[in-house]
């Protein structure tokens, strides 16, 4: 198979988009894109500068000197990220960059500027990326869309019982309340809300398991794949 596309996953919060997106990512032998990592990788930069948000939002080109990119750790089979040609995957992970990400993944022209950044590294195709705006607003023309859902209840517990394996004493009902509550904000927010592309399959994740969930995205990825090759 020679012809390569770009694979966006969407959906809600805590439905596994990052685990479906890396394991299409290995089976195809494409490029899996951290949009989250990103992210962190502006704000570390914003940090190690000590750059205020309210000069970003003031002099954009401000970001101009920010380059990320990703190389594959074969060891940890493991997508790093690297900021300026720096490996800065242990350092996005950490407590300070976790407290700023939010407020910095809020100002539109981060937002603006990343989206550029990620149409840069997926113009080759062969590509796998996840988020909130992949398939509506990063890769409109990605010749594989997917949506993922599941039931609010479903994800909380998903959520819940992971939080509980990290030693978190959580209430389920919190959980399911944030969960709730950061759907809304997705869905209502101003800057790239969360939306289904028209174009977009569904995958409905509540009764699958995640091999279940791959094998079926796989499945559909083999398919356009296929349909584009020459006969």
């Given at each position: 198979?020679?012809?390569?596309?770009?694979?966006?996953?969407?959906?809600?919060?805590?439905?596994?988009?990052?685990?479906l997106?890396?394991?299409?990512?290995?089976?195809?032998?494409?490029?899996?894109?951290?949009?989250?990592?990103?992210?962190?990788?502006?704000?570390?930069?914003?940090?190690?500068?000590?750059?205020?948000?309210?000069?970003v939002?003031?002099?954009?080109?401000l970001?101009?000197?920010?380059?990320?990119?990703?190389?594959?750790?074969?060891?940890?089979y493991?997508?790093?990220?690297?900021?300026?040609?720096?490996?800065?995957?242990?350092?996005?992970?950490?407590?300070?960059v976790?407290?700023?990400?939010?407020?910095?993944?809020?100002?539109?022209?981060?937002?603006?500027?990343?989206?550029?950044?990620q149409?840069?590294?997926?113009?080759?195709?062969?590509?796998?990326?996840?988020?909130?705006?992949?398939?509506?607003?990063?890769?409109?023309?990605?010749?594989l869309?997917?949506?993922?859902?599941?039931?609010?209840g479903?994800?909380?517990?998903?959520?819940?019982?992971?939080?509980?394996?990290k030693?978190?004493?959580?209430?389920?009902?919190?959980v399911?309340?944030?969960?709730?509550?950061?759907?809304?904000?997705?869905?209502?927010?101003?800057?790239?809300?969360?939306?289904?592309?028209?174009?977009?399959?569904?995958?409905?994740?509540?009764?699958?398991?995640?091999?279940?969930?791959?094998?079926?995205?796989?499945?559909?990825?083999?398919?356009?794949?296929?349909?584009?090759?020459?006969?």
């Open positions: 198979m020679d012809s390569k596309i770009i694979i966006a996953i969407d959906g809600h919060s805590s439905c596994g988009k990052g685990t997106a890396k394991n299409l990512a290995k089976e195809l032998d494409y490029l899996f894109i951290d949009s989250g990592a990103m992210y962190r990788a502006v704000t570390l930069y914003l940090i190690n500068e000590n750059i205020p948000l309210s000069e939002s003031e002099d954009p080109a970001l101009g000197n920010i380059k990320i990119h990703f190389e594959f750790d074969p060891e940890r493991f997508f790093e990220t690297f900021l300026n040609g720096e490996n800065v995957e242990e350092q996005i992970r950490g407590m300070e976790s407290r700023k990400v939010s407020p910095v993944s809020a100002i539109k022209e981060v937002r603006y500027f990343l989206v550029a950044q149409q840069e590294i997926g113009k080759n195709r062969g590509v796998v990326m996840d988020g909130r705006d992949i398939g509506t607003v990063v890769f409109p023309d990605a010749e869309k997917i949506f993922m859902t599941a039931s609010s479903i994800r909380a517990k998903r959520r819940y019982e992971e939080l509980k394996k030693g978190v004493h959580v209430n389920y009902q919190e399911l309340h944030n969960i709730r509550e950061r759907d809304h904000i997705d869905s209502t927010r101003k800057e790239s809300p969360l939306l289904k592309a028209k174009d977009a399959i569904t995958l409905d994740n509540s009764s699958m398991t995640k091999m279940e969930q791959s094998r079926l995205a796989l499945q559909w990825a083999r398919g356009v794949i296929e349909s584009l090759e020459p006969h």
